[in-house]
């Protein structure tokens, strides 16, 4: 058994070298081994990984093995049912190591994070091909661009742009979402503008089709948009949209706003008219749910399922506490859903089983009742603010930006089975002094924006990552390149 390590004044002792080292002086540069910044860091990681390791054994006397996984053909069953079998996640953790840097796009001038979206040409054999729709402040642009994977895997940008389109709608502000309706063409951007009259641009890509310009109105007071969400072809929706004072509907045909209430009440609930920051319609084919059922979460950590024929807030409606504020919804399949939420909170739940249980926030001494999990992940780490996130059922990955750190990298891939993270080296944080344009790394940045995007005929999605440098990083699977360079 090794001895604890005694602290020697100006010297760091690696508990992985198991050896001493001299601290370098305050002149070092920040990002030398050992320099006085690199040990605080270093020490503050292994305190983290002290009380994480004091808490995994508290733990582990607490719970009792169930008795049928103890047998063999019940046990394999649950198992992976649960998601507990070891190599459960082996095809993910596969995948996601074989995820690489192969090219990045700069929509704007100007080092500018953009939100986006990626419409890929799939006719195309060889380059990549596609438009992409980004939006900054009150500013649209949609660019029709492309770029050989046989470049160099670290982003040596052989785009050509072909096509440019953009517009600028007034009273700019934070932009906070960006959606596409597929089916007919439209994107949605929404943003900050503190105004009543704008706050929500529509337009149809590189078409002639004119943009439209919509705001908030004044019926509930000057309301800020804060999400959107495309409505499933079949609605005769277009878009919903999450404000600080409820729920906005855009209609199909008449392309006009409303508000979404209670019809059989004739005061508006609390539940109404409260921040709603995510927003997701239920369209998973054969659930019975679309397209008339929306989910709406907020701040207060409350997702309610809205029957869009007959919305109702008050004690009828259906409603999933979530530990702390929600940020995303998304659905998984037709009875699960996923909700990311801040501070460092993600889960996932099965809407046919939706039973309260008590639970002890980590900053509370008291007791709260939230919504039974069907899946946690404990390694979700996002202290606040509204980040990129997204989920692609067909590898079965969740991609959540998170804070980075010198442990912590800005995206970071989860099981969307089990909720174990996955292992993904394109985004290792290096506290290298060479960087390369458009793959800057800088701890502390979380993306605004994350897309899957199925890119090419026969392969899995790629993985699309807006940075604060601002470019549109693209990272696809490996052997992409190799088939181009056969």
Known sequence: MDRPAQDIPGYYYDREKRKYFKVQGSTAPADTAYSAEDVKRRKTRDRRREIQAKNEKRQMGRIQRFANLEDTLSGFVMKREYGYGPGLDCPR??????????????????????????????????????????????????????????????????????????????????TTSLSSHDTTGFHASTWLSGSSEVGIGLW???????TISLGTGNVRGNAEVYTSTAAPPESSLLFAFGTNKGILMLDKERQDLHWLK?????????SEMQLYSAVCFLTAAGSGQNPNTLLGG????????????????NSEATVITHPNAIIHIRQVDEHRIIIPGIPNQMRQYDLRYLKLANERPHSSKRTTLVTAPYVEYPDYKLLAGISGFDVDTESGLVAAAQWGNYDTPYVQLFSLKSGN????????NKSSKKKRKGERMYP???????????????????????????TILRFAWEAEKDDDEE
């Open 93 to 174: 953790s596969i995948l996601a190591a074989g995820l690489v840097a192969q090219g990045f796009y700069t929509p704007f001038p100007l080092d500018i994070e953009p939100y986006f979206a990626v419409s890929p040409h799939l006719d195309r054999e060889k380059d990549l091909v596609f438009t992409v729709h980004s939006a900054h402040d009150d500013w649209v642009i949609s660019s029709l661009a492309s770029f050989s994977p046989k470049n160099n895997v670290f982003n040596k940008y052989a785009g050509n742009r072909t096509a440019n389109w953009n517009f600028k709608f007034g009273s700019p502000g934070a």
């Open 204 to 210: 149809r890509g590189l078409s002639d089709h004119p």
């Open 262 to 270: 209670d019809k059989n009440s004739h005061v508006a609930h609390t």
């Open 298 to 313: 907020g701040h207060c950590g409350q997702a309610y399922r809205i029957d869009l024929r007959d919305p109702k807030f």
């Open 421 to 428: 993270k996955i292992p993904f080296p394109a985004f290792k």
């Open 444 to 470: 502390g940045t979380a993306p605004k924006c994350i897309r899957f995007v199925k890119d090419r005929e026969g392969s899995m999605k790629s993985l699309y990552v807006s940075r604060d440098s601002g």
